[in-house]
């Protein structure tokens, strides 16, 4: 308020009205910051991510088919299930957006896909998964694929070890013709 002119600096009326913008300002700022952490995933409270799960259009059904997890784990899945939900929905189905959807579902970094040039492929996991992920990828459809294109599964790898440049063992032999394939 620094800049009213002079003469207007004893009118509070004038005051007033200069003020508007900032007041109104704060107060949407306020209600927009509420909103943005309301729709937080991670953060949500129960009666928050059943509001978001309405919204994606996911349902806490799954509760009544696994009975034996308490509340907190109860959270954590549909957590894993809202994630995928709007993951599958803006996803092309592309390698990219397979390993995308797959790092947010299951919040993690290290994982590949494995093509086996048949119209199916797999996804591989350089970290070990908990109970409460590997109940969800073998439960529920979270990884998205292209039509006519199958999901066959996951593999835990945590302790891969390569020798050499990955391909040659031993006297110059290949990895098939060790392996004798």
């Not at 009118?11 to 927009?32: D, G, M, R, V, Y």
């Not at 797959?102 to 109970?131: H, M, S």
């Not at 066959?152 to 050499?164: K, L, P, R």
Request: proline share 4%; aromatic share 14%; charged share 20%.
């Amino acid at each position: 308020m620094n800049r009213i002119y002079s003469q207007y600096r004893n009118k509070p009326k004038t005051i007033e009205w200069l003020n508007i913008t900032p007041t109104l300002a704060e107060s949407l700022h306020a209600t927009a910051e509420n909103t943005r952490r309301s729709y937080n995933i991670d953060d949500a409270n129960r009666y928050e991510l059943t509001v978001i799960g309405n919204i994606v259009g996911v349902t806490r059904g799954f509760e009544a088919v696994i009975p034996w997890l308490n509340s907190s784990e109860y959270d954590e899945v549909y957590r894993m299930l809202i994630r995928a939900k709007i993951q599958k929905n803006r996803s092309h189905c592309t390698y990219d957006d397979v390993l995308t959807t797959v790092a947010q579902v299951f919040q993690t970094k290290a994982v590949r896909i494995l093509d086996r040039k048949n119209f199916t492929f797999g996804i591989i996991f350089d970290e070990p998964l908990t109970t409460l992920q590997k109940l969800v990828l073998a439960s529920y459809p979270v990884v998205p694929a292209p039509q006519g294109v199958n999901f066959f599964g996951y593999n835990e790898t945590t302790s891969t070890n390569t020798f050499g440049d990955g391909k040659t063992f031993g006297a110059g032999q290949t990895f098939s013709s060790y392996f004798g394939f």
